[in-house]
């Protein structure tokens, strides 16, 4: 009897587990108090646009699945915490692999702060889209976002920030993703330790740290394609101690800049690019341009290749500092550099200052 009576109990223990492991919740409301999403009562299924409130904290437990219904979109004007862990991550995605439209941030949010990492947040989260959806899969209008230990995958743009919003991403993985990133100007970046593969475009605008990221087999899709820097007004893009490994067209691109603008780019490695560097000769002289102690291994088409239009001056020189330029002797070098020696349509021409050595990061 005591036996049976166990076996009754063992039982409904499982049906109670099965049960309660495949619980499923519907939200189709806004969120206007404090919330708490479990991995118990997962997968949330979000079945129309969702506004987190204003002074509204959502917070998103380890292992919790989000499933987004066609087209929708969380939008955030107050607090969204997901701290999954290595063993258990939060996932987002769309519902039935359905396009979905990403998460929006506005700038009333609950900004993260690194002094006492409170705010919003991403750690340990997977986000998955479509290809070209969603087209902005976390954009944020001004508010302050910290993401870590995640990864994006299928997506049109990966991250977007505007209107002065600051961004902390570190420890994160990029696969499939048209663009990365897309630092608008007046935005605030620190980009480290980060690793992005088969993807297109990075675009940076506003003042950028990208550090210690490994970025391999970008595509040369569209007008613009690899790392690219458009800086409107003032800003530094500081760009050190990466990777950038086989890009079908160009590793970076300087494509504008004024004279309140930096571009910085020293410590990197690069190997197996078509083109490493492809430098705006009207702008690269405009502003602060430094790039040295960097080792350009090899290349496909050119080391550096100038673009039109050029300033009004008809001797210009754009000077690159001390690197590693491979094997190549002076003569080879200066044949490695699309300019005015090798195309009469550019007026600028490259003057290297080479380092026979390769250098240690």
Known sequence: MLCKKSLLLLSLFWICTYFSAMATTYIGQSIDHHNTWTKSNSPYIITTDLLVKKGITLTIEPGTKVFFSKETQMTVAGNLVAKG?????????GLNNSDWNGLFFTKTCNDYNPENQEGVCFNYCTFKGTGNAPTHLIRSKGCNINIANCSIESCYTA?????QAKLWLTKSCFKHCNRV??????????VTQNKMTNCNSIMLGGTTIFKENALKNFTGNGRHSGLVVWM????????NNNQFIKFEDYAIKLYKMSHRSSFLVSNNDFKN??????????????GTSLVENNNFYNYKQYHISLF?????EENEVLKIGSNYWGKLSKEELQKAALDK?????ISAQVQFNVSLKKINH
């Open 308 to 312: 039109e239009p050029c300033s009004e």
């Open 159 to 163: 991250i977007q920030t505007e209107r």
């Open 85 to 93: 862990n290595k063993s258990q991550k939060i996932s987002f995605t």
């Open 181 to 190: 990133l897309n630092i608008r100007n007046t935005s605030l970046a620190t």
């Open 341 to 345: 020696k090798q195309d009469k349509n």
């Open 273 to 286: 690019n078509q083109t490493n560097l492809k430098l705006s000769c009207k702008y690269y002289n405009q």
């Open 232 to 239: 409107l007004g003032g800003g530094i893009i500081d760009i």
